[in-house]
């Protein structure tokens, strides 16, 4: 059963934050007593107390619709801050404005492109994976190479569940990456910058799967980022749970896409956290 993602989106907002590394989001109605709280933070609440109580007592839901929309206002504040500063940080190396051709396949993305296939045409997949590492070890891009078998898992997944998020370690929280797969490529893009810019949000990740080898059983990975978004660390933090959730070899891991694409009224964004919180753990 297919989802919009902006139907994942609207379900997600019905959680009790979205955790980002600009901080907590609130997104529920706020109870009495929190919205209480918030306001005495306020200079001016000792100034306004009486009438405040007043209006608590003689009209608590205009008193509660005010501090909604008070709230909502500084939640569009900072969204506002967020695109006006954060996506004016991504580079134009990647761009998400390219049309896609109907297999999914970038527009130039084939592997003679970046590669001299007639090098290996008489290596074995052990050889090649050698030359793959060194061929990109000192260029700014993540690179691996994926047993045939396992690739299978992947795009099978891949098309099943075109679209997902991961959780990116920040240093206030957790900021969210969305991920969209089109054929052998995967497109990633911060969360936040989707909800702000929709189909135009700029790409801080391009991961595009070379399947021209496939027959010596292996598969080629290449991923170019936007090192003004992420560093080499987090692109390949972002890789391995890509590969983690949609290898199909961790059954909660896969029920966690199936549920995101197919039941998202039931999805816990929460829980991709506790997964990666698990991963660090072990």
């Keep these: 059963m297919a989802v919009t993602f902006k ?44 009438r405040i109580a007043d209006l608590q007592k003689t009209s608590p839901e205009e008193f509660m619709q005010r501090v909604e929309e008070q709230q909502k206002a500084k939640q569009s504040e900072k969204i506002n801050k967020f695109a006006s500063v954060d996506t004016r940080q991504y580079s134009s190396i990647l761009n ?8 999914g396949e970038v527009k130039g993305k ?14 074995d997949a052990r050889d090649i994976q050698t030359i ?11 690179s691996a190479t994926i047993p045939r078998e396992t690739y299978t898992s992947l795009q099978d997944n891949m098309k099943q569940c075109p679209t997902f998020l991961f959780p990116l370690p920040r240093s206030q929280g957790y900021e969210f990456v969305m991920c969209q797969s089109y054929g052998n490529t995967v497109h990633f893009t911060p ?7 929709k189909e135009n949000a700029p790409e ?38 890509f590969q983690m959730y949609y290898s199909g070899k961790d059954t909660t891991k896969l029920q966690l896409i199936q ?18 919180e698990n991963i660090s753990l072990s």
Excluded at 96 to 103: G, H, N, Q, R, S
Excluded at 110 to 123: G, N, R, T
Excluded at 132 to 142: A, D
Aim: contains cysteine; glycine residues 2%; neutral net charge.
């Design 7 to 50: 139907y994942i989106l609207r379900n997600i907002n019905r959680s009790s934050y979205i955790t980002s590394g600009l901080g907590y989001f609130s997104t529920t109605s706020i109870r009495m007593e929190k919205a209480l709280e918030n306001l005495k933070t306020n200079p001016y609440y000792e100034k306004y107390a009486n």
């Design 191 to 197: 969360l936040l910058a989707y909800q702000v810019h």
């Design 259 to 276: 549920t995101f694409t197919k039941s998202p009224d039931t999805f816990k964004h929460m829980d991709l956290i506790a997964q990666l």
């Design 132 to 142: 793959w590492e060194e061929y990109h070890k000192n260029k700014h891009v993540i």
């Design 204 to 241: 801080c990740l391009t991961m595009v799967h070379y399947t021209e080898l496939a027959e010596k059983g292996i598969i080629l990975m290449r991923g170019e980022y936007d090192k003004n978004v992420l560093s080499s660390q987090e692109a390949q933090c972002l890789a391995n749970q």
């Design 110 to 123: 084939a592997l003679s492109d970046i590669f001299k296939i007639e090098l290996v045409e008489d290596k």
């Design 96 to 103: 998400p404005k390219e049309k896609l051709k109907e297999t």
